[in-house]
């Protein structure tokens, strides 16, 4: 369109002249695909919030706590119906990952404890438990391939399947119709089925049967198919022959046979199909439970679970978790990464000893006399396991875990007092604390 009818058009309409994208209920809106410059808004907010934080001021447990419950919630609404470009979530996760080790706007990688692909990993499996954006995001937009498999009649649902191609239809290039191509795969990998009239069912790709899709079941029979996308319903009525090919091989025949007997049985009914998350509870969907069932593993470490546990400040769970996992910032530690020379990486008690987190918290006469006055064999403990201290029969089991946090929590405080404070303390000194600090937080026991 020139720009004279567009003006006469706006003049008459009483509007004004734009151009795409535009920002509509708070969105780019555009017909072609957005440039990242397009997603300046979502990250500013990022930064006008980042910049009335006095992150300095806050303990690691703070920063924790607001990058899940603030900016892991930023961008949710754009996520909803758009899918962020790779550079943005980027940029929205050294923003995330900046704040949560340094407090700052920016970090260099050498400030990084441990990897970020591992601080969003559960805490059941040795992380922070901070979202995932990428997931989180594929999971927002499952809501819509969800509502295009609920049964409820509504007016935009029946456009979509009139002219989306994946239902026959001409229009295969729009954004609805190339989200729903990506992200439909992964919908029926978390979904499965409770078989009604079978209208809304894929039969080969959908867990309808078996607990799996046929599609993975019989991959020879697949093979010979030629209507992938046929639903139960479909072929239930019109039978399995229509829909392969003529001639079967040998061993597309057996798994033909076998799927017919599978079959056999089925019986449908008047109802709607409906869907349930493949998860132990057969939970009905959601985001959330769909971001949880990607998350579960077999594999888990369940034993580090013990340190969340605990009724002890959300910083002092941190520094137990950066000690599991061997990255707290000893001075041999910093060695190792270049931050430090070798004559600045040997323990301030011990100057011809590197200061390793073993060194400081088992091996250092400051710790050993700590452990020995509790009636405990340093060279028996573990330190990547300090719930398994073997503390209980002096202890009630429901405070041990918290009394090993804690003498660990102030032997590192007393160590970074004689290193920066130059103030001497000594093993007593170390368990009147934790005594202290037990008797202050008492009400929590």
């Not at 949880?292 to 594999?299: A, G, I, V, Y």
Request: aromatic share 10%.
């Amino acid at each position: 369109m020139d720009s004279d009818t567009a003006a006469a058009m706006a003049s008459a309409l009483g509007c004004a002249t734009s151009s795409f994208p535009q920002t509509y209920l708070g969105l780019p809106l555009s017909p072609h695909k957005l440039h990242v410059s397009d997603y300046q808004p979502l990250l500013t907010s990022f930064d006008r919030y980042l910049a009335g934080w006095k992150a300095r001021l806050l303990s690691t447990g703070g920063r924790i706590v607001l990058v899940n419950a603030v900016l892991g919630s930023l961008p949710v609404y754009y996520m909803s119906s758009l899918l962020l470009p790779t550079t943005v979530r980027e940029r929205i996760d050294a923003r995330r990952r900046s704040f949560l080790w340094t407090g700052e706007k920016k970090c260099h990688g050498s400030q990084c404890l441990l990897a970020w692909e591992k601080v969003c990993q559960t805490k059941a499996r040795g992380g922070l438990g901070v979202r995932n954006l990428e997931h989180m995001n594929h999971y927002l937009l499952l809501k819509f391939v969800h509502k295009l498999h609920d049964p409820t009649p509504l007016p935009w649902k029946h456009w979509f399947h009139t002219y989306s191609a994946l239902f026959g239809g001409s229009d295969g290039d729009s954004f609805w119709n190339r989200l729903l191509h990506e992200e439909l795969p992964r919908y029926q990998a978390l979904t499965s089925v409770h078989i009604g009239d079978g209208t809304l069912t894929s039969f080969w790709h959908d867990k309808w049967i078996l607990n799996t899709s046929l599609a993975e079941t019989f991959p020879v029979l697949y093979s010979h198919c030629i209507r992938p996308d046929a639903t139960v319903q479909r072929v239930l009525s019109q039978g399995l022959d229509p829909q392969l090919r003529p001639r079967l091989s040998q061993g597309a025949s057996s798994e033909r046979r076998m799927v017919s007997d599978c079959i056999s049985n089925i019986q449908l009914s008047n109802d709607p199909d409906t869907r349930v998350l493949a998860s132990m509870k057969a939970e009905p969907f959601s985001t959330s439970g769909a971001y949880r069932l990607l998350q579960q593993d077999t594999e888990q470490q369940t034993d580090i679970m013990l340190l969340w546990s605990t009724r002890l400040p959300t910083k002092v769970k941190f520094f137990a978790w950066l000690l599991s996992h061997g990255r707290l910032n000893t001075r041999e530690y910093l060695y190792r990464r270049s931050i430090r020379k070798l004559e600045e990486a040997y323990c301030e008690c011990c100057p011809t000893v590197m200061e390793t987190d073993e060194h400081i918290f088992i091996s250092c006469p400051v710790a050993r006399q700590v452990w020995r006055r509790l009636g405990l064999d340093a060279d028996t403990l573990d330190l990547r396991r300090p719930w398994q201290f073997p503390l209980n029969s002096m202890l009630p089991d429901t405070v041990c875990i918290d009394v090993v946090l804690l003498l660990l929590w102030h032997m590192w405080k007393a160590r970074n007092a004689k290193i920066f404070d130059h103030v001497n303390s000594s093993p007593l000194d170390i368990i009147r604390r934790v005594l202290k600090d037990m008797d202050l937080c008492r009400c929590k026991f």
